[in-house]
């Protein structure tokens, strides 16, 4: 069987590789970047000078850029160097389709986020001989520059995907509205220009909250999150859908209306379930990477970065908290003054959920029977240092975001996470115990930290909570024509 089990996964390796020539693809692309120099920078990376080697100058067929200064650089080098030289390694492969979201421009180049490839990426093999396969890809396309007029202008610029789902590209004198195409001359959606050049962040601390997707109502867990995070000081919330019900999108938009709220809609081209955004599995043990957490993370560490001086990147069901520190989470962040801490870590406390949601609002003794703040109580043991755990982050100072934690940190400054300790602060993970058949998979799991134990939501903020979140339910749903 194993034998069989062997052959199956190299066929489809060699399939795979196939495509990749099919596509015309190269391990290596006269990627064009203007205005630097080829020099071999990093003469002990082989792959890299042969890249470098390869780049065409042509800041004589475009129009002005921006020129490189201190302020452009990572590890002393201009940042699409810097770029190159943290993929020399990767393949390079063409998109074969493309949906942009936003693009912001920043004080060094233009980023523009993107929603998804079609394209199975492919990150790892795991056989039975312990033989591991790695591809990790960058997918190429081009930068498509408009005037104030509407008007292309310049060469397309070959860009390429780094980290995964952005693609950066250097700013041009004029540029009003930008798109991305899959080849030079093919067709694109022009995007206005986010301004993220601001003189200093507009909030102090924000949040990202993790796709809302999948057919439970969402209506009362929403407003309790969002409640229970102002109450911890945070000033501004950054959402992802992708789908919710017309229900549930009556108080997200209320919120959208206060100003508390901005909303991404996530649009797909290529048709996925609920739970191939979440994680897909592929047989022969194939690896997948979460496409949508991976997006999520990557496109709201770019929406939040200049904006959010502090970003908590965290569920719709978890609720951050302080415990023996006596201030709220702002408190806590306000009073860090060591520059090499680039982000704190929450170690997790899981709340065993063991109902559904109301579908629809009935009144405010349903809000006290059903607040999972008030209904839930039976808790895991507190996990183990980075086990599933939540981070607020610099997004200044992090260049890849995780689930649980950062990828990567800009070089240079010695950027670390300080971790907290569950004297300091925890999260309150409220995880429902039927969904994605958690409890079977996984709560046993969580059983090897300790025994369950009853726990409760802070009594300092339950009570302001509870009247908040009824205000909110009654404003939204309390209209008896409605």
């Known amino acids: 069987m194993n034998k069989y089990f062997q052959l199956g996964a190299v066929f489809i390796v060699f399939l795979f590789l196939f495509d990749i020539l099919l596509n015309n693809s190269s391990f290596s692309s006269k990627v064009q970047y203007p205005c630097f120099s080829t020099k071999n920078e990093y003469s002990?990376?082989?792959?890299?000078?042969?890249?470098?080697?390869?780049?065409?100058?042509?800041?004589?067929?475009?129009?002005?850029?921006?020129?490189?200064?201190?302020?452009?650089k990572i590890d002393g080098v201009d940042i699409f160097h810097w770029y190159l030289k943290k993929t020399a390694g990767n393949l390079l492969q063409n998109a074969p389709n493309i949906s942009t979201l936003y693009a912001?421009?920043?004080?060094?180049?233009?980023?523009?986020?993107?929603?998804?490839?079609?394209?199975?990426?492919?990150?790892?093999?795991?056989?039975?001989?312990?033989?591991?396969?790695?591809?990790?890809?960058?997918?190429?396309v081009y930068c498509r520059y408009l005037d104030k007029n509407e008007n292309e202008f310049g060469d397309p610029f070959e860009s390429f995907t780094y980290p995964e789902y952005i693609v950066s590209c250097p700013k041009r004198e004029g540029t009003k509205r930008i798109g991305l195409s899959v080849t030079p001359n093919g067709e694109f959606i022009p995007l206005p220009l986010v301004d993220r050049m601001l003189?200093?962040?507009?909030?102090e601390l924000s949040m990202c909250v993790a796709t809302l997707y999948g057919s439970e109502a969402k209506w009362l867990l929403f407003i309790e999150m969002i409640e229970h995070f102002k109450l911890q000081g945070i000033q501004h919330f950054y959402i992802h859908i992708h789908n919710a019900s017309n229900y549930d999108l009556k108080v997200i938009n209320d919120y959208v209306r206060t100003g508390e709220v901005e909303v991404h809609y996530l649009l797909e081209r290529d048709q996925r379930t609920d739970n191939h955004w979440h994680m897909v599995n592929i047989a022969v043990i194939i690896s997948m990477k979460n496409s949508l957490n991976s997006f999520r993370f990557q496109d709201c560490l770019i929406w939040s970065r200049g904006e959010s001086k502090w970003t908590i990147f965290a569920d719709l069901d978890e609720r951050l908290l302080m415990t023996e520190y006596p201030g709220t989470i702002l408190d806590y962040?306000?009073?860090?003054?060591?520059?090499?801490?680039?982000?704190?870590?929450?170690?997790?406390?899981?709340v065993l959920k063991t109902e559904l949601m109301p579908e629809t609002y009935e009144g405010d003794s349903q809000i006290d029977a059903w607040m999972p703040t008030h209904r839930f109580h039976n808790s895991s043991a507190i996990?183990?240092?980075?086990?599933?755990?939540?981070?607020?982050?610099d997004t200044s100072k992090v260049f890849i975001m995780w689930v649980h934690s950062v990828t990567e940190f800009f070089p240079g400054k010695g950027y670390a996470l300080h971790k907290l300790t569950p004297e300091e602060g925890l999260v309150r993970h409220y995880r429902d115990q039927s969904l994605?058949?958690?409890?079977?998979?996984?709560?046993?799991?969580?059983?090897?930290?300790?025994?369950?134990?009853?726990?409760?939501?802070?009594?300092?903020?339950?009570?302001?909570?509870t009247e908040n979140v009824k205000r909110r339910a009654k404003y939204v749903y309390g209209n008896e024509f409605d």
């Open 199 to 203: 003189k200093k962040p507009k909030y």
């Open 333 to 350: 962040v306000r009073e860090i003054r060591n520059e090499s801490i680039a982000g704190i870590q929450f170690r997790q406390q899981w």
């Open 104 to 140: 912001y421009e920043f004080e060094h180049e233009i980023t523009v986020t993107t929603t998804s490839w079609k394209m199975i990426r492919l990150v790892q093999m795991t056989f039975h001989i312990q033989f591991h396969f790695k591809h990790v890809f960058r997918l190429r």
């Open 383 to 393: 996990g183990p240092v980075g086990h599933t755990a939540k981070c607020i982050i």
């Open 44 to 72: 002990n990376n082989a792959k890299l000078d042969k890249l470098l080697s390869e780049i065409d100058v042509v800041g004589t067929t475009v129009e002005p850029t921006v020129e490189p200064t201190a302020e452009y």
């Open 436 to 465: 994605g058949n958690w409890g079977e998979k996984w709560l046993n799991e969580t059983l090897k930290f300790g025994p369950l134990r009853e726990t409760d939501y802070p009594k300092k903020y339950l009570g302001k909570l």
